[in-house]
């Protein structure tokens, strides 16, 4: 069972360029979020999507697009990559509503992404 | 809108120094606080869930508590494997079940 995966783990960019980073979940849950984290600060959520088909902006989407054309992937897509947007990308998943173990997030293990 | 506020930044304490991290939120209803490890390089692990003020949760040498405006993790004669980044998060009371994440504290225990 692999979780939650992310790739790749390292890029660099050139301003201007565009790339995509990857998201796949093995364990059909719902809901997906993408988190950026800055040195010393916590997770920011850019966007996320509560099913197939349907997604929403979180607190800092701006130069981010997502999709969810099915269940299992969740990429998130950068234009125009700019310095600001130098930082560590997390990925998430979980099931709708409470579990015995509460409202668990699975997360991946990250890309750091430097825009030079 | 919901914050969440972690003290201290960093924490450094010998091999056997029992401390403790705060958390300080503020919500306009609790649905759930959470307490995440993040080891350097990899995604937050989960540690615990709490719902209620006066709840408690223990792990090994870890264990966390809640009133109804903080919470606190307290490490009992901490190991150096127990260096790490202590995220908390607080889970947002609409339908998304969003995380709203503190900016973490930052544990070095030398041996």
């Known amino acids: 069972n692999a979780g939650v995966t992310q790739t790749p783990k390292f890029r660099i960019l050139k301003i201007g360029q565009s790339m995509t980073l990857q998201c796949t979940q093995d364990?059909?849950?719902?809901?997906m979020y993408w988190y950026r984290q800055d040195p010393g600060m916590g997770l920011k959520l850019i966007y996320y999507?509560?099913?197939?088909?349907?997604?929403d902006k979180g607190e800092v989407p701006n130069g981010y697009n997502v999709s969810r054309s099915t269940t299992e992937d969740f990429p998130l897509r950068l234009e125009l990559a700019a310095p600001s947007q130098t930082s560590v990308y997390f990925c998430?998943?979980?099931?709708?509503?409470?579990?015995?173990?509460?409202?668990?997030?699975?997360f991946g293990s990250g890309t750091r992404l430097t825009v030079v | 809108e919901d914050q969440v506020t972690q003290s201290p930044e960093a924490l450094r304490l010998q091999e056997g120094e029992s401390s403790s991290l705060n958390c300080s939120y503020t919500v306009s209803g609790l649905r759930g606080l959470f307490w995440y490890r993040q080891d350097p390089g990899k995604g937050p692990e989960f540690l615990f869930t709490?719902?209620?003020a006066g709840e408690e949760k223990e792990k090994e040498r870890l264990k966390a508590t809640l009133t109804k405006k903080e919470s606190f993790l307290h490490i009992t004669a901490p190991k150096p494997e127990d260096s790490a980044t202590y995220l908390c998060a607080v889970l947002e009371i609409q339908g998304a079940q969003k995380l709203v994440f503190g900016q973490g504290t930052r544990l070095t225990i030398n041996p």
């Open positions: 998430a998943s979980k099931l709708a509503g409470v579990s015995s173990e509460g409202y668990g997030y699975t």
């Open positions: 709490l719902y209620s």
């Open positions: 999507s509560v099913g197939a088909g349907i997604t």
């Open positions: 364990m059909n849950h719902n809901y």
